[in-house]
C-alpha cells in the first residue's frame, strides 16, 4: 500500500520533511518514504491512496495514561491530588469489575486513535483487560498492572497474588507485536521501600520496562522527605530504581540536582500538562530537563484528571506552557512539542521501532485534513498546522502495524455503536 500527501513529516534525525511525499507500507513496516513520483514509479502495481491535502506524521504517543478511567470522566473535577484521590477516585475504584475495566479502556483506545495517537504507556489494575481491548481495536501499548501496599487490591489479596497476575499477563502477551507488559508501582507515598525492590526485581526477571508516578507535587515532596529524609528522586535512587529502563510520570517539582541525575541514569520523564494544570501541581520544568539530556515524553495522565485524551491538545498545551513559564517564546517550540510526542514517546516506551517514518520502522502514522479545516489552512508549515492551528477532529486517517484503525469519520476495527452501548451499561454502575 503507498500513501501519498501534500506533506511526510518524517521526525527522522534531520527531521526532513517530504512535500508531495509518499510512504510505502509493507506488512507492519515501512519500507520506503520520498517523493511521491518516486515512490509510485519505484513500486509499479502497488496500491496507492491519496490522501490529498493532508499532512502525515508518525502516530502520537500518549506515554502516559490509566485507560479505564474513562469510566470516571467528570467525576470530582476542581480538587486538587489527594483530596480527588481520597474523596473521588479510589473509592469508585474499589467497585470496578473486569468488563467495567474492559469497555472503559476500550472507549479510551477509540479515543486516543480518533486523534492520532497509535501507542500508549498505561497503568491501571485488573491490566489483562486493558490487554484485551488494546489488541481489540489494534493500537500499540506498553501495559503496567497498579501496586501499592494497600491489600487486598482489585489486583490481588496479597503481594504474592498481585505480582503473581503481573508475571501471568508477562507471560500470556509475550511476544505480541504490539503489546508489551511492565511492572509500575503507583508512587513513592503509596509504596514503601521494601515494596519498590520487589517491583525493580521483578522488571529485571521478566525483561520489562519500570514505571511510576514522580515528583507530582508539593505534598508528595514534603511526605517523602518526612518518611524518608530525602526527596522523591534522591529516595528513588537510593533503592536504584533510576536505570535506564525506567520511566518516571509527571516529575513537576525537581531541582537542578534531580534534574541532573535522572539525566545521568538515562531515565525517560513523561510530562502531562493538561493534567497537572487542572490539578494545579504546577509546571514541570521541561525545558531545563530537555537542555540536561533527559529524555522527555508527552502524556494525558487519565480522562478522569485531563479529561481529555486528545494528543493533539497535549501538544499545543505543552508549547504554550513552556513558553509561558520561561517567560520565552523560543523556549519551546512546536518542534520541541512534536518531538516529545514521537521520538520522546518512542524512549519512553524503549520502544526505537517507532517515533519516526523511516524504512525499517513501524508503520505507525496519522494524516490531519489541511483542506476542509479552515483552522488548518493554509499551510506554510505542516508541523506549525498541528501543534498550533489543528483541534484534532482534522484527522482522518490513523494506522498502526500498516493496519487502518480509523479512516474518515469510522472505526474499522470495533463496532463503535455498540461498544458505546455496552460501555454506557457498566459507567453506570460505575
Known amino acids: 500500500m503507498i500513501y501519498t500527501a501534500d506533506w511526510i ?6 527531521r526532513t520533511v517530504v512535500r508531495d511525499g509518499a510512504i510505502l507500507v509493507r506488512g507492519d513496516s515501512v ?25 502525515v506524521f508518525p502516530g502520537l504517543v500518549d506515554a502516559h495514561c490509566h485507560l479505564p478511567m474513562s469510566l470516571l470522566r467528570g467525576r ?13 477516585v479510589f473509592p469508585r475504584e474499589a467497585k470496578l469489575f473486569p468488563e467495567a475495566v474492559r469497555l472503559g479502556a476500550a472507549l479510551s483506545c477509540c479515543e486516543l486513535a480518533r486523534y492520532g495517537c497509535t501507542s500508549f504507556f498505561d497503568m491501571y489494575m485488573l491490566e489483562e483487560n486493558v490487554f484485551a481491548a488494546a489488541d481489540e481495536v489494534g493500537l500499540r501499548g506498553v501495559l503496567g498492572e497498579n501496586v501499592t501496599r494497600f491489600f487486598p487490591q482489585l489486583g490481588g489479596a496479597d503481594r504474592d497474588a498481585l505480582f503473581g497476575r503481573i508475571r501471568r499477563n508477562a507471560e500470556a502477551w509475550r511476544g505480541h507485536p504490539r503489546l508489551r507488559p511492565a511492572v509500575a508501582p503507583h508512587a513513592p507515598y503509596t509504596t514503601d521501600p521494601e515494596l519498590l525492590r520487589e517491583c525493580r526485581d521483578l522488571a529485571l526477571e521478566l525483561a520489562c520496562p519500570f514505571a511510576m508516578h514522580l515528583a507530582e507535587t508539593e ?63 504546577g509546571s514541570a520544568p521541561v525545558a531545563e530537563m530537555i537542555r540536561s539530556g533527559v529524555r522527555v515524553a508527552l502524556g494525558t495522565d487519565g480522562p478522569a484528571s485531563n479529561n481529555s485524551q486528545n494528543m493533539v491538545r497535549e501538544l499545543w498545551l505543552a508549547a504554550l506552557l513552556g513558553k509561558a513559564t520561561a517567560r520565552d517564546p523560543a523556549a519551546m517550540s512546536a518542534q520541541n512539542a512534536l ?8 524512549a519512553a516506551l524503549h520502544d526505537p521501532s517507532i517515533g519516526s517514518l523511516e524504512p525499517g520502522k513501524k508503520a505507525d502514522f496519522f494524516a490531519i485534513d489541511l483542506g476542509s479545516a479552515p483552522n488548518a489552512h493554509p499551510c506554510a508549515n505542516p508541523v506549525s498546522a498541528l501543534v498550533y492551528a489543528a483541534s484534532g477532529a482534522e484527522n482522518r486517517l490513523t494506522v498502526v502495524g500498516g493496519r487502518e484503525i480509523w479512516r474518515d469519520g469510522e472505526f474499522l476495527t470495533v463496532d463503535w455503536a455498540e461498544l458505546r452501548e455496552r460501555f454506557d451499561r457498566v459507567a453506570a454502575r460505575s
Not at 9 to 14: F, G, K, W
Not at 339 to 346: E, K, V, Y
Open 76 to 88: 470530582g473535577d476542581d480538587k486538587p491530588l489527594f483530596a480527588w484521590l481520597n474523596e473521588d
Open 219 to 281: 505534598d508528595e515532596t514534603r511526605t517523602t522527605l518526612d518518611e524518608h529524609g530525602m526527596r522523591p528522586v534522591r529516595y528513588c535512587d537510593s533503592l536504584e530504581l533510576l536505570r535506564p529502563d525506567a520511566t518516571f510520570f509527571h516529575c513537576v517539582h525537581l531541582d537542578a540536582e534531580e534534574i541532573a541525575l535522572l539525566a545521568e541514569r538515562g531515565c525517560a520523564v513523561v510530562h502531562n500538562p493538561a493534567s497537572n494544570l487542572k490539578l494545579a501541581s
Open 31 to 55: 519500507a520506503a518514504v520520498g517523493a511521491a513520483s518516486d515512490v509510485v514509479a519505484a513500486n509499479p502495481g502497488e496500491q496507492t491512496v491519496s490522501l490529498g491535502e493532508s499532512a
Open 339 to 346: 518531538d516529545m510526542a514521537t521520538l520522546g514517546g518512542a
Open 9 to 14: 513529516v518524517t521526525q527522522d534525525a534531520a
